[in-house]
C-alpha cells in the first residue's frame, strides 16, 4: 500500500497503537483497522466501530464530529479492551469501492468480526459500539449472526433510509439540512488520502439518492427495518426524543426482555430540536463482553 503522511491525535499515555492492520473479505478486499491496546501485551476483548469516517481522528475528544463516534478509547483501552477503527470498503485506506451500506459492505461487518477474533492481541470476543452511522453499520453486522459477536450497543441509529434519512416525511432532505453536507463529507472521507491501491472512487451518491426517489429495492437492501428482526446477540439501544435519526419506529423489531428510559441529550444540534431529550433504551441481557 502506498504511504501517506498522516496526522493523528495524540494517542493517550498507556495505550499503543497498531495503524493499518488489514482484515481480509471474502472477496479478497482488504479492509483497513487501527487498533488501540492496553500497553501490556495479550489477548483482550475487542470493541469494534465501523464506518467510512476517517480512523485516525479517533483518538480525538469524543463528540467531536463524525470522526469520533465510535466511543471513548481513554476510558476502555485502560479498563483492558482492545478498541478497532475500521474504515469500511472504498474509505481511508480500505479498498473496494464505497456504495453507502450495500451487501458488500454488509457482508464485510461479518469478515471484520470473525478476522478480528482471530488475530493474536484477540481473545475471540467482539463487541460494537458507536452512533449514527456507527450504529447502523452493527444492525447489518448483528443481523448476519458472526460466531464472535457478543453484543452490540448503538447510539441515534434510524432504520429506515427512505423514510429516516433520504426522504423524511416524503421530501429530499438535502437543501441547507443534514444529507447536504453529511453527504460531501462522506465522499471526502473516500477519496482520502488519495490513491490506494485497489481502491476505486466512491458511487455518485447523490445522483443515487435522487434516481431513487421512491422506496424500493435500492433502499431496502440497504435498510435494517427489513433484518434487524434476525438479530440474537445481547443488544443495548439509545436514542433520542430530540434528534431526527434516532428514529425507534422498528427498534422494537428486536427479541428483547427489558426496557430502560434512557436521558439524553441532542448533543449535535441538527435534529428537529435542541437541548435535553428523552429517548429509549433496549437492553436484551447483561453483556457478555464484560471482563
Not at 445522483?207 to 434487524?228: A, K, T
Not at 435519526?245 to 423489531?253: D, E, I
Request: proline letters at 7%.
Amino acid at each position: 500500500m502506498k504511504k501517506y503522511d498522516v496526522t493523528r491525535e495524540p494517542i493517550p499515555p498507556g495505550i499503543r497503537l497498531k495503524e493499518n492492520v488489514y482484515i481480509t473479505a471474502r472477496d479478497g478486499i482488504k479492509l483497513a483497522i487501527d487498533v488501540y491496546l492496553p500497553e501490556a501485551e495479550g489477548r483482550y476483548p475487542a470493541i469494534l466501530a465501523i464506518s467510512p469516517y476517517r480512523k485516525e481522528a479517533q483518538a480525538g475528544p469524543p463528540l467531536k464530529g463524525y470522526h469520533s463516534e465510535g466511543g471513548n478509547l481513554r476510558f476502555y483501552v485502560p479498563k483492558g479492551y482492545a478498541m478497532v477503527f475500521a474504515s469500511v470498503r472504498g474509505s481511508g485506506f480500505s479498498q473496494g469501492q464505497y456504495n453507502f451500506h450495500d451487501i458488500n459492505e454488509q457482508q464485510d461487518g461479518y469478515d471484520l468480526v470473525e478476522g478480528i477474533a482471530q488475530q493474536p492481541w484477540c481473545d475471540g470476543n467482539v463487541g460494537m459500539l458507536g452512533g449514527s452511522y456507527l450504529g447502523w453499520s452493527q444492525y447489518y453486522t448483528a443481523a448476519q449472526r458472526p460466531p464472535h459477536l457478543k453484543c452490540i450497543t448503538a447510539c441515534d441509529a434510524s432504520t429506515d433510509f427512505y423514510r429516516d434519512l433520504v426522504y423524511q416525511h416524503g421530501g429530499c432532505f438535502f437543501g441547507p439540512g443534514f444529507l447536504s453536507g453529511w453527504g460531501v463529507n462522506t465522499l471526502n472521507e473516500c477519496l482520502w488520502p488519495g490513491p490506494i491501491e485497489g481502491k476505486l472512487p466512491p458511487i455518485d451518491l447523490y445522483g443515487e439518492w435522487l434516481r431513487h426517489y421512491e422506496d424500493g429495492p435500492w433502499y431496502q437492501e440497504r435498510s435494517s427495518v427489513n433484518f434487524i428482526d434476525k438479530i440474537e446477540v445481547t443488544v443495548m439501544l439509545m436514542a433520542s426524543a430530540s434528534a431526527w435519526l434516532g428514529s425507534v419506529a422498528n427498534q422494537s423489531r428486536i427479541c428483547t426482555t427489558v426496557m430502560l428510559p434512557v436521558s439524553m441529550s441532542n448533543r449535535s444540534g441538527s435534529g428537529s430540536g435542541s437541548g435535553s431529550g428523552f429517548g429509549s433504551g433496549w437492553m436484551t441481557n447483561s453483556c457478555p463482553l464484560a471482563k
